[in-house]
């Protein structure tokens, strides 16, 4: 007999949590911020110390405590040890990977005489290296077999890894950016990774120095950590916001661009556990070297548009031109804009579908005249990309000359691009996509050749799964994308970290287009009669009779 019901309470906190509900989205009336869809709380500053096995348990009780033990890290899950047989305890692996679950959705059976069977929704699966990725549909079984110890139940198999709901998750484990650099070395990218928010600077520093970039962006990226050092001590102290890391005397043999790197990389992945500094050491003797200078990805918070035929950045009720663009903008009738770091370039879709390459000085080249191609998207070499909406696997960059760069399987295997953007820093490209009869977000990696043009895309990667067609998406920053989609007869705008959770909100109906700022909330909506709105506590109109909301690759250098 299967006997669904919440997993039993067996964790006692440090310090007390409130966990806010989700609220629904509206179904009518005005326009208005809701609370986040699927929104899990972030991680509070104390750590969850579960309960041990108690006297005389049932194998049931023996396996709901030992789940619930998954919420306590430290000394590598010592507690959930102790729901173990002896012998067992050698062999599981509890950082093998999370299964994460939607609070409340688990059940337990026995279908055997000391079996017990752990059915749960997933959400997502985070393997050994800290990488999150949503689950397929369906329920999980996790199978555990009992047997008696010294006259109590304890757990003889097991599978390896743990299992913890979405809000527990959100509690225990903590989203940091490991940082590589572009194929360039001039801009940080990042890989983001889950940890225990318990010692996260001795956990990062590990991934980062002895471990690679997640696989769907490693030919994408460098690191300067190569392999040729390793830590000369696993635990990293931190004093005073700094972070003390030492290394092997190897690491004297490098040069110091490459040692300059390390710092870079270090610090940047570092910052996420709140860490102001780091200082490489051989020893206890500090390594004289500064991190090397990167480029920003930041774009101008201001919202760029083209309006009444003057194109530029709305501040107010004035519009701050930039120059070269408006008139010719106008009269190519551009519906879709996007405009490089410099402000020399832009990416134009017209209203009869062209795809257009517009300099500052107006004198255009027509790139494209196919029907049905997505918003063109420029990046850092001045490649104009874009894709037939119905024929994922003909992805095509235009170089500044004009050519045109066909990239090998685009999006293979999926039926539909509704939408394509490449990232600030030109390393990766996101996607909203039909596969399989649903919708998703994906994002790949993107291959360059030794002088910068890209040759191919990496395995795409799996975001987010939607609860209807995409309709447009843009970059909030290195690893967060602001999405818009169809659910139903309303329209939702997303925010989603690549690697990591996601929030909804209702959005103003007819939204045709999104761009975005630098931050969480910073998303700006086009509807199909020219209204532009921003979060104000809820949707408000900042200007009408918008043409066109730019997207921007970053500020002039």
Avoid at 190 to 213: K, M, Q, Y
Wanted: glycine share 10%; proline share 7%.
């Amino acid at each position: 007999m299967t006997v669904r019901r919440p997993l039993g309470a067996a964790v006692l906190v440090v310090v007390a949590l409130v966990l806010s509900a989700c609220a629904g989205l509206p179904l009518g009336g005005p326009v208005h911020v809701g609370k986040a869809i699927d929104e899990v709380e972030g991680p509070p500053d104390f750590a969850f110390v579960p309960d041990g096995p108690v006297k005389d348990a049932t194998p049931q009780q023996i396996v709901e405590g030992f789940v619930a033990a998954g919420s306590g890290p430290r000394g590598n899950w010592e507690v959930a040890q102790e729901f173990l047989t002896t012998p067992f305890r050698q062999q599981w692996q509890p950082q093998a990977n999370v299964t994460v679950y939607r609070p409340g959705e688990s059940s337990i059976s026995s279908p055997a005489e000391n079996e017990i069977v752990f059915t749960v929704d997933p959400v997502a699966n985070v393997d050994a290296t800290g990488s999150y990725e949503p689950a397929e549909q369906g329920r999980i079984p996790f199978a555990f077999s009992l047997a008696q110890e010294n006259g109590q139940w304890r757990i003889s198999q097991a599978p390896d890894g743990i299992v913890l709901d979405a809000n527990r998750f959100a509690s225990v484990f903590q989203s940091y950016d490991l940082a590589y650099f572009d194929r360039g070395w001039d801009t940080v990218i990042p890989d983001v990774r889950w940890f225990p928010s318990t010692n996260p600077a001795t956990r990062i520093t590990a991934a980062l120095v002895s471990g690679t970039p997640s696989p769907w962006l490693a030919e994408s990226v460098r690191t300067a950590f190569t392999g040729e050092v390793g830590l000369a001590q696993p635990s990293v102290p931190v004093e005073a916001g700094v972070a003390r890391i030492s290394f092997d005397p190897a690491i004297r043999d490098l040069g110091r661009e490459t040692i300059a790197r390390m710092k870079t990389q270090l610090g940047a992945s570092l910052a996420g556990a709140g860490i102001l500094d780091v200082q490489l050491l051989v020893g206890d003797e500090p390594l004289d070297v500064t991190a090397v200078p990167t480029r920003s990805t930041a774009v101008d918070t201001r919202p760029l548009v083209l309006q009444d035929g003057r194109f530029g950045f709305l501040s107010g009720n004035d519009l701050d031109e930039v120059d070269g663009f408006g008139q010719a903008l106008q009269s190519l009738d551009a519906r879709a804009v996007e405009t490089d770091a410099a402000r020399r370039t832009a990416a134009v879709r017209t209203g009869s579908g062209a795809i257009l390459r517009v300099p500052a000085n107006g004198e255009y080249t027509e790139l494209d005249t196919r029907p049905g191609m997505t918003k063109p998207s420029i990046d850092t070499e001045g490649y104009i990309w874009t894709v037939p909406r119905d024929q994922p696997e003909e992805v095509v960059a235009y170089g500044p000359d004009g050519t045109a760069q066909t990239i090998p399987s685009g999006w293979v295997g999926a039926s539909e691009v509704s939408a394509m953007r490449v990232s600030r820093d030109g390393a990766r490209i996101a996607a909203l996509v039909r596969s399989g009869g649903r919708s998703a977000v994906w994002v790949a990696g993107i291959v360059r050749d030794e002088n910068g043009a890209p040759v191919s895309l990496g395995q795409p990667l799996l975001v987010a799964n939607l609860a209807g067609r995409g309709v447009d998406l843009a970059w909030v920053d290195g690893a967060t994308l602001a999405l818009v989609f169809v659910d139903g007869d309303q329209r939702v705008v997303r925010e989603q970290t690549i690697g990591g959770q996601g929030t909804e909100v209702r959005a103003p109906d007819d939204v045709v287009a999104i761009a975005a700022g630098n931050q969480s909330g910073s998303a700006r909506l086009l509807t199909s009669d020219g209204s532009l709105y921003v979060q104000r506590g809820s949707w408000q109109v900042i200007a009408s009779d918008v043409s066109a909301l730019a997207v921007q690759q970053g500020l002039p250098g």
